[in-house]
């Protein structure tokens, strides 16, 4: 399985290494998925540096640490104890958003982390749908939290619509480059 990794902190240009590893294994409430996409979002080039901004620097084993926390694809595999009423199964497209890991060919992920897609939404777009909306509700959380409330949505319907757009053409353009490093699909 071909990963992105680093095995020290650092500017991400200089750390960040294409290997080739041993697929995670997979426990009784995962679900493998054979990833399309998983965007670069800014939270994972500060984890990469080591940023302060980041919060804790993360824990790079002696293998090396997999980026990433966000992706789409499609089910490979169900752990044994995933619940039925969830509809995962092997070949069903899906995005998920925390499991670590997800600049890899493959990640494996809580089954609660993991949402079905619609055929109407490209893989591209699914990819940082769930960081997006997590992002919007921890914003009006907080708000409420400091005893102030909101002045209205997080996102307007105009403004979100766009920053969607803007985001997945980011994300597809990202993409494409690593394709074109030979980082991409075989």
């Not at 940023?51 to 169900?78: C, K, L, M, Q, Y």
């Not at 997006?132 to 002045?151: H, M």
Request: hydrophobic residues 40%; charged residues 20%.
């Amino acid at each position: 399985m071909r990963r992105i990794l680093h095995h020290e902190l650092g500017e991400p240009a200089r750390v960040l290494r294409v290997e080739d590893g041993p697929s995670t294994s997979l426990g009784p409430d995962q679900v493998r998925v054979r990833l399309s996409y998983a965007p670069i979002h800014p939270g994972d080039l500060l984890g990469i540096m080591g940023s302060p901004a980041f919060g804790t620097p993360p824990t790079i084993a002696s293998d090396g640490r997999v980026p990433g926390f966000e992706g789409a694809g499609v089910v490979s595999e169900v752990g044994a104890n995933v619940d039925p009423a969830l509809g995962l199964k092997q070949g069903l497209r899906v995005a998920f958003f925390p499991a670590s890991g997800a600049w890899s060919d493959e990640a494996v992920v809580p089954a609660s982390s993991v949402v079905r897609l619609p055929d109407s939404i490209p893989d591209e777009v699914a990819a940082q749908m769930m960081i997006r909306s997590c992002q919007g509700l921890r914003f009006s959380r907080r708000k409420l939290q400091a005893g102030r409330a909101a002045l209205g949505p997080p996102l307007r319907a105009p403004r979100s619509t766009s920053r969607s757009t803007v985001s997945a053409a980011v994300c597809w353009a990202k993409s494409r480059i690593c394709w074109l490093k030979g980082l991409g699909p075989s």
